[in-house]
């Protein structure tokens, strides 16, 4: 039987959890669809990583401008992207022999997993995958929360979806809307970018970590009274955008739906 419950070790948890019924287990591996792709990799539930968080080491492995905008309070930023990723979690094992919980945006982000699979690359032991991500925990523990640098936080704070989706825009009424009286931004990492952007002469590069240019974009959309057409690679990280231009009180802007990727399958479709 696959183990869905699967947690910390019992040295450190000091409990032993029983295997779900099938029933459960099915309905568990259906909001978690990333546990059966990645059944080596062990998991921590919410509630055991909320009563060991003093325990062990908390990594978020999601970009420095998600962790800055929304993190677990004391939690650690290593990219899974970054170049140091493995001799940063090596500089950690040797000072502490706690286990590693590795983290990201919620049930069907992979980067948690992904993270582990990486960490015992680099013969990283005693690490896991809390899968249930940083909206669960801020949702149901919002004083171990971080939200624009406050904490704890207010719930009702945290932006929904169907407030995100108020402001995506299907790839071809994105493109349609892209003129003078719009300012284009293509946030991609730069190795996700292509030679040439999809709007040239409309849009600007810049990635979601360089804040100070980020910000002087939102200001002139502002001052000139332009709306913002925003793109990321898949349509997930503009979410963490969001949160900035509300706070900066600018709601002419919107976001592509599926992102470049989306755009793509839009020129390829028949």
Known sequence: MHNTMRTLPALVIGLTVSLPGAAAEAEAEAEFPGRAKYSDVKVVELEELYAQRNDVVIVDARSSYEYDTLRVKGALNISLSSKSFGAELTKIRAETGKPIVFYCNGK???????????????????VMAFDAGIFDWAKSYPGEAVLLGDSPINPK????????????LKPAEFGKRVGNSTLVLDVRDLHQREAIGFFPGHERRVGLDDAKTLHKYID????????????????????????????????????MDGGANGYYEMLAAP
């Open 108 to 126: 069907t982000c992979m980067k948690s997993y992904k993270a582990v699979r990486q960490a015992i690359f680099h013969k990283i032991d005693n």
């Open 157 to 168: 704070n945290l932006i929904s979806k169907t407030e995100l989706y108020k402001h995506m």
């Open 220 to 255: 002139r959309a502002k001052k000139q009274g332009k709306t913002l057409l925003i793109y990321d690679e898949v349509g997930k990280q503009v979410r963490w955008l969001q949160y900035t231009l509300e706070k900066a009180g600018l709601d002419n802007y919107f976001f």
